[in-house]
């Protein structure tokens, strides 16, 4: 599911500040982006296991906002409906 925003957390900020170099720290950033609003996993291949271990930190938060957001959503579509379908028995 794609979303259009997330929460980004100082965890994660502070995780990331300890990478060494400004291109892990960047690809850092990527992966949780991409991850939160796409739902792509990062790329194992190539990236360093500290990335990985950043990522491996936010996954579980953005896992859990994006469930709950999930939830959310369907609840306020199906109180939609059930008003819509109030709205059209008292037509009748």
Same mark, same amino acid.
């Given at each position: 599911? /794609? #979303?259009? $925003? +997330?929460? +980004?957390?100082? =965890?994660?900020?502070?995780?990331?500040?300890?990478?060494?170099?400004? /291109?892990?720290?960047? $690809?850092?950033?990527?992966?949780?982006?991409?991850?939160?609003?796409?739902? $792509?996993?990062?790329?194992?291949?190539?990236? /360093?296991?500290?990335?990985?271990?950043? +990522?491996?930190?936010?996954?579980?938060?953005?896992?859990?906002? #994006?469930? #709950?957001?999930?939830?959310?959503?369907? #609840?306020?579509?199906? =109180?939609?409906?059930?008003?819509?379908?109030? /709205?059209?028995?008292?037509?009748?």
């Amino acid at each position: 599911m /794609k #979303r259009k $925003q +997330f929460t +980004f957390y100082e =965890s994660f900020h502070a995780s990331i500040q300890n990478l060494s170099t400004q /291109k892990e720290k960047l $690809q850092a950033y990527e992966a949780i982006c991409n991850y939160a609003l796409y739902g $792509q996993l990062p790329k194992m291949e190539g990236r /360093k296991s500290s990335i990985l271990a950043v +990522f491996s930190i936010a996954k579980p938060v953005l896992d859990t906002a #994006r469930k #709950r957001s999930s939830r959310i959503l369907n #609840r306020d579509k199906l =109180s939609s409906q059930e008003k819509e379908k109030e /709205k059209e028995e008292e037509k009748d």
